[in-house]
């Protein structure tokens, strides 16, 4: 058809065609499977072991029909204690849960504001319902202090736990503080940080003690829980309200028995996986020793995420041509993605990455 060809053609022009690939074989750092479970056997062996061959089939409906189950309640009630919260709601994938919830839970007068540099989801929710969207600068307190001083109605502050493109952590207490000064309620997504912050993997509010003062937080099940599906957790309220309000829990086919197993089995594995937490800070805390004095532009970052700046769209493309070919997968954030000059390979680091695998790395891109 020729209107899509001229779209992919115009797109291939300026270097942004997407292409699926398959990346098998390679050192990884790019997943996120910041623990490794994914790769686990051990986690493989406990999902096939508790499969029962008479529940493997789909859920049948929306869990307000016929897709609810004991198992699922039992899950979430699960997930609501391990996370210290009153109720979570699991919806298929995190970005289901973002969308679900936001486009459901502010309404016409009300306003939401968010961190500029929000996921996709975040912004795709707000933009499916009706309430006043602002936008704050980059972990700029000033800035949504300004906003929030403007905001009307019910007011939400929307920011995230560890951003993806930066690695950065917020002052989420400091934002807490604010949403106390203005009446706001603030929302965190967990997605970069559930299964790796807190003592057990209960993820960044719960490890600065901040449950009292979040209204909700998402959780996220593909990247360090290495399974699939998000859940919303707060309040017992909040949940009862999203059951009514949210379109997209509502008219969607609630998860299967096999999702909800292997949620339930990722939950163990990460609340046991002190030896992998431990492991990947080991990693972080010697690959930033090991790029010091390199002089490539690294992004500053203290957490699983890192990066190297090499602007334009060709120069980062060629780079991560020439990681692949040494066998190891770091792939190219390309603008728009990032603001121009920003272009990078974005590195995400594991607890199974090995000293070698990072020297291997920092020598081709930090040069
Ligand atoms: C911050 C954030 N929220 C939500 C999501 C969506 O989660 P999922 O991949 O489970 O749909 C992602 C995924 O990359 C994310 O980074």
């Known amino acids: 058809?020729?209107?899509?060809?001229?779209?992919?053609?115009?797109?291939?022009?300026?270097?942004?065609?997407?292409?699926?690939?398959?990346h098998a074989h390679t050192i990884d750092f790019s997943s996120n499977d910041y623990l490794g479970f994914s790769r686990s056997v051990a986690f493989g062996k406990a999902f096939s072991k508790e499969l029962n061959a008479e529940?493997?089939?789909?859920?049948?409906?929306?869990?307000?029909?016929?897709?609810?189950?004991?198992?699922?309640?039992?899950?979430?009630?699960?997930?609501a204690r391990f996370h210290q919260a009153e109720s979570a709601l699991i919806f298929p994938s995190g970005y289901q849960a973002n969308v679900g919830f936001l486009s459901s839970i502010a309404g016409r007068g009300d306003t939401v504001i968010r961190d500029e540099f929000c996921h996709a989801s975040i912004i795709d929710g707000l933009r499916l319902g009706f309430a006043n969207t602002l936008k704050f600068t980059h972990n700029n307190y000033t800035d949504l202090d300004a906003k929030l001083s403007k905001a009307s109605g019910?007011?939400?502050?929307?920011?995230?736990?560890?951003?993806?493109?930066?690695?950065?952590?917020?002052?989420?207490?400091?934002?807490?503080?604010?949403?106390?000064?203005?009446?706001?309620?603030?929302?965190?997504d967990e997605a970069h940080t559930g299964g790796l912050y807190g003592n057990r993997g209960e993820g960044m509010v719960v490890e600065q003690g901040l449950e009292s003062q979040v209204f909700a937080r998402i959780m996220?099940?593909?990247?360090?829980?290495?399974?699939?599906?998000?859940?919303?957790?707060?309040?017992?309220?909040?949940?009862?309200?999203?059951?009514?309000?949210?379109r997209?829990?509502?008219?969607?086919t609630g998860i299967n028995y096999s999702q909800i197993l292997g949620l339930s089995l990722a939950y163990d594995f990460v609340e046991k996986a002190e030896e992998e937490r431990y492991q990947?800070?080991?990693?972080?805390?010697?690959?930033?020793?090991?790029?010091?004095?390199?002089?490539?532009?690294?992004?500053?970052?203290?957490?699983?995420?890192?990066?190297?700046?090499?602007?334009?769209?060709?120069?980062?493309?060629?780079?991560?041509?020439?990681?692949?070919?040494a066998g190891i997968l770091a792939l190219p954030i390309r603008n728009p993605t990032v603001a121009e000059g920003e272009e990078r390979i974005r590195i995400c680091l594991h607890?199974?990455?090995?000293?070698s695998e990072m020297d291997g790395l920092i020598k081709i891109v930090g040069r």
């Open 55 to 79: 529940k493997i089939a789909g859920s049948t409906g929306s869990r307000l029909l016929t897709g609810n189950t004991l198992e699922i309640e039992a899950l979430e009630e699960k997930i």
């Open 154 to 188: 019910e007011k939400f502050v929307i920011v995230e736990g560890l951003y993806s493109m930066d690695g950065d952590i917020p002052d989420l207490q400091m934002v807490a503080n604010l949403c106390k000064k203005h009446e706001a309620h603030l929302i965190v």
């Open 351 to 355: 607890a199974y990455n090995t000293k």
């Open 220 to 246: 996220t099940y593909g990247k360090a829980f290495a399974y699939q599906g998000g859940a919303i957790i707060g309040s017992e309220e909040l949940r009862q309200y999203l059951i009514n309000k949210s």
């Open 1 to 22: 058809m020729k209107f899509l060809k001229q779209k992919l053609d115009t797109l291939k022009k300026n270097g942004l065609l997407r292409n699926l690939s398959v």
């Open 280 to 325: 990947l800070k080991e990693n972080i805390r010697y690959f930033r020793q090991a790029i010091q004095g390199k002089p490539s532009a690294w992004i500053d970052s203290h957490s699983q995420i890192q990066g190297v700046r090499i602007p334009g769209n060709s120069a980062v493309m060629e780079k991560s041509v020439e990681l692949k070919n």
């Open 248 to 252: 997209a829990f509502i008219y969607s």
